[in-house]
């Protein structure tokens, strides 16, 4: 059978806009940019897709389907249903509790927002979820700030800093699923490619926070005991380490589950039938991600089909010119839509078969074009005056810290975006892997 000729059409992009502009626009309209489930966004721009395209709905039925059940899309969907039972079973457990006492435990007044930046970074990396993070961080810190001689603002940025620090370089991020499974890299390759532009961010605001806790005085309402088991946080280390050793991610996950239920029954936390219950509700929390990574592909599928990701690829081919700005242009597209729509996961779906096909025309690393696609949604994500983790924290400060305040003290995101541009046009290109 003959290949199907795509022509490029700009028109082809039109219910990718509606998705965009009825997510952005009612999230504008509701100062809440998760008031409309994405999920719903996606489908307002299927329907618009099949009204447009002009194929037999039988064959528009096909396309999406096709898109829907892609293996990549699939395999994505399923080790989110893992990362979620994983994230509920620890949970559950007492695990998030025991990291952050025992971080704040041994934590001097004056070393405060490096350790703010720490503890938020490893239970960020742990859960794969910076929201989660902030949840977990944002209350204690608001409290410290006001028992204490720190400062609220330098608290804020340290624990936003963190969370985005750890939410990129973890194995069961959402963020990490998507980049990894769009470029076809294991996730421990994309991790040790992450280290190498992250650390360097991390190393630089651990020394500015660092500096700026100098001033700081212990007073007798920071003396306080915090209460935990380092038997806890095992089930975290575990899943660490067997995704840093390259092992499979869903026999990673599945024994991080393992684990942490053993865990659990052992301490009496739930039983074992408890247990299953609560692995269940983590996969329900991973619901809204589940369908909209499914529906997004098939609404990608259809615009492909109709030549909307072949108008995109031209256009951004006209501004590359060797291989460099290929990189900066997957980083250029990812955060455009990334300030679109708010959400540094659907950013990535989105970009993703776009980036797949720069980074093999113009023979890139993978593992790095996926290291590129995530740092860069986060950097974008943790920017925005309307993305979730700025409106969290701005929340959780009940109007003691503005925007302005927070991003002022956000070294981490400013010394990463700095750094990874330099990595990008500094650092040799390596001849390409023509095997």
Do not use: H
Not at 385 to 409: H, R, T
């Amino acid at each position: 059978m003959a290949e199907l000729k795509i022509t490029p059409k700009f028109s082809a992009l039109i219910p990718l806009f509606v998705f965009v502009g009825t997510f952005l626009g009612v999230g504008i309209y509701q100062n809440d940019f998760y008031a409309l489930p994405a999920p719903i966004a996606v489908i307002v721009g299927i329907v618009v897709a099949f009204i447009l395209f002009r194929q037999s709905i039988n064959a528009k039925i096909r396309t999406l389907l096709k898109g829907c059940g892609d293996d990549k899309i699939l395999t994505m969907c399923l080790i989110y249903l893992l990362a979620g039972a994983f994230a509920a079973i620890t949970n559950a457990t007492g695990s998030v509790d025991a990291i952050v006492n025992m971080g704040l435990d041994f934590i001097a007044i004056e070393y405060i927002y490096m350790g703010i930046f720490i503890i938020a970074g490893f239970l960020s990396v742990s859960t794969g979820t910076s929201v989660g993070a902030i949840v977990a961080l944002a209350p204690i810190v608001v409290g410290f700030a006001a028992n204490s001689s720190a400062d609220l603002a330098i608290l804020c940025g340290a624990l936003l800093g963190g969370s985005m620090f750890g939410d990129n370089l973890s194995v069961i991020s959402d963020t990490t699923i998507a980049a990894t499974q769009s470029l076809g890299t294991k996730m421990s390759d994309k991790f040790k490619q992450n280290i190498k532009i992250a650390v360097p961010a991390a190393l630089g605001t651990i020394a500015i926070l660092v500096f700026q806790g100098t001033d700081l005085t212990a007073s007798a309402a920071t003396a306080v005991s915090y209460n935990y088991d380092v038997l806890k946080i095992t089930p975290y280390i575990l899943v660490i380490l067997l995704s840093i050793l390259g092992l499979n991610v869903f026999v990673t996950l599945f024994l991080g589950v393992l684990a942490a239920g053993v865990l659990g029954i052992s301490y009496g936390d739930f039983t074992l039938l408890e247990s299953t219950r609560i692995a269940y509700e983590g996969f329900t929390n991973m619901t809204e991600i589940f369908l909209l990574s499914l529906l997004t592909g098939g609404l990608a599928a259809l615009v492909a089909r109709n030549g909307g990701i072949e108008f995109i690829l031209v256009s951004i081919k006209k501004l590359i010119k060797n291989r460099k700005t290929a990189e900066l242009g997957i980083a250029t597209l990812v955060s455009t839509i990334n300030m679109a729509i708010a959400n540094n996961t659907v950013s990535i779906i989105i970009a993703g078969p776009i980036a797949k096909t720069i980074n093999d025309e113009y023979k890139l690393d993978n593992k790095k074009t996926a290291s590129i696609l995530d740092i860069f949604a986060c950097i974008v994500q943790g920017l925005l005056p309307y993305g979730a983790q700025v409106l969290m924290i701005l929340s959780f400060s009940n109007g003691k810290i503005d925007y302005l305040d927070l991003m002022g003290n956000t070294w981490y995101l400013l010394l990463l975006l700095v750094y990874t541009v330099l990595f990008i046009t500094l650092n040799p290109m390596r001849k390409p892997n023509l095997k």
